[in-house]
T-cell receptor
Framework: DAKTTQPPSMDCAEGRAANLPCNHS???????VYWYRQIHSQGPQYIIH???NNETNEMASLIITEDRKSSTLILPHATLRDTAVYYC?????????????FGTGTRLKVLA | EAGVTQFPSHSVIEKGQTVTLRCDPI?????LYWYRRVMGKEIKFLLH????????ESGMPNNRFLAERTGGTYSTLKVQPAELEDSGVYFC????????????????FGPGTRLTVL
């Protein structure tokens, strides 16, 4: 049922940009893309979301392709504290409910 | 502002026993969701409350699972009787609303309850 595909793991040097890709080729027109991360034993933490346009906040940038079939989460200056599992999520609407469809996530390791 | 809290953080029970998990959403959030991740699988939706009403419980695995949200504040998820395959991490999330104002739709997750059924 997963609507997203992510690489299982990535490494990034501290201070460099981390670019995490996600494929969501079956996404529908009104379904949003969300990114969360999970650090160790905490719950998923919201990062950013978008529908069509690129988005930026204090944590990250989200680049969505024009056909909406893929996106990239960018952490501009990765730190050791950004080491986590990053989930690309499609939010679907059924029965009046906004459900998150999680993928398997990318384990990002930021290296000193 | 306090985040979503869940209790207990860990629970270890024997097969056949009953366990009740509790979730306290962010104050003022009408929408409450339960998700779970079982071993080796993705995090999956279980159900959604709007205030005290169940809006969607399509993800509940079977009738051994019962969720309640009396009074529209905290929620409980009871598993009775527990089976081995129920082991996993149960997450609760809450959001302010579901609607036109996108800023209100983001779901904020609690730390989860790790359930181990022996």
């Amino acid at each position: 049922d997963a609507k997203t595909t992510q690489p299982p793991s990535m490494d990034c040097a501290e201070g460099r940009a981390a670019n995490l890709p996600c494929n969501h080729s079956t996404i529908s027109g009104n379904e949003y893309v969300y990114w969360y991360r999970q650090i160790h034993s905490q719950g998923p933490q919201y990062i950013i979301h978008g529908l069509k346009n690129n988005e930026t906040n204090e944590m990250a940038s989200l680049i969505i392709t024009e056909d909406r079939k893929s996106s990239t989460l960018i952490l501009p200056h990765a730190t050791l504290r950004d080491t986590a599992v990053y989930y690309c999520i499609v939010r679907v609407t059924t029965s009046g409910t906004y459900k998150y469809i999680f993928g398997t996530g990318t384990r990002l390791k930021v290296l000193a | 502002e306090a985040g979503v809290t869940q209790f207990p953080s860990h629970s270890v029970i024997e097969k056949g026993q009953t366990v009740t998990l509790r979730c306290d959403p962010i104050s003022g959030h009408d929408n409450l969701y339960w998700y779970r991740r079982v071993m080796g699988k993705e995090i999956k939706f279980l159900l959604h409350f709007v205030k005290e009403s169940k809006q969607d419980e399509s993800g509940m695995p079977n009738n051994r699972f019962l969720a309640e949200r009396t009074g529209g504040t905290y929620s409980t998820l009871k598993v009775q009787p527990a089976e081995l395959e129920d082991s996993g991490v149960y997450f609760c999330a809450s959001s302010h609303g579901q609607g036109v104002r996108e800023g209100q739709n983001t779901q904020y997750f609690g730390p989860g309850t790790r359930l181990t059924v022996l």
